[in-house]
């Protein structure tokens, strides 16, 4: 498929539990139901109970058929359910953007979902 005609869509939201992650995951099943390789990518999840399986992250690459590692689908996971942005500072730190990139550079040539 032409790099200019690979679908690609940015899922977001006005809050949490809105249903970002639901409807994410409906575009990559759809995709994936027409013959398409979809990626899901959340850059940035919160809330997580394990930082080793963001649920959200886990969801979305379940629904998109994935094999990719989680740390490739979801850089930066942080327990504190709050926006990464304070959920990094909190921590005294802020989420690498060169790592998001490098994330995101792995999913460049195919469909993909983003939520965020």
């Known amino acids: 498929m032409a790099r200019s005609r690979v679908p690609r869509f ?6 949490t539990g809105v249903g970002k992650t639901q409807v ?7 995709m994936r139901d027409v013959g398409l390789q979809p990626q899901g990518f959340k850059p940035y999840e919160s809330g ?3 930082l080793k ?6 969801a ?3 629904a998109a058929g994935s ?3 989680v740390e490739a689908v979801c850089p930066h ?3 504190a359910p709050l926006a990464p942005g304070i959920a990094a500072w909190r921590l005294g730190r802020e989420p690498d953007f060169g790592v ?17």
């Open 10 to 15: 940015f899922v977001t939201g006005t809050d």
């Open 24 to 30: 994410s995951c409906a575009l990559l099943s759809l």
């Open 48 to 50: 997580c109970a394990s």
């Open 53 to 58: 399986a963001p649920a959200d992250a886990l």
């Open 60 to 62: 979305m690459r379940e």
């Open 67 to 69: 094999t990719l590692p």
């Open 77 to 79: 996971r942080f327990r």
């Open 100 to 116: 998001t990139l490098a994330a995101w550079e792995r999913l460049k040539d195919g469909p993909v979902v983003v939520e965020g």
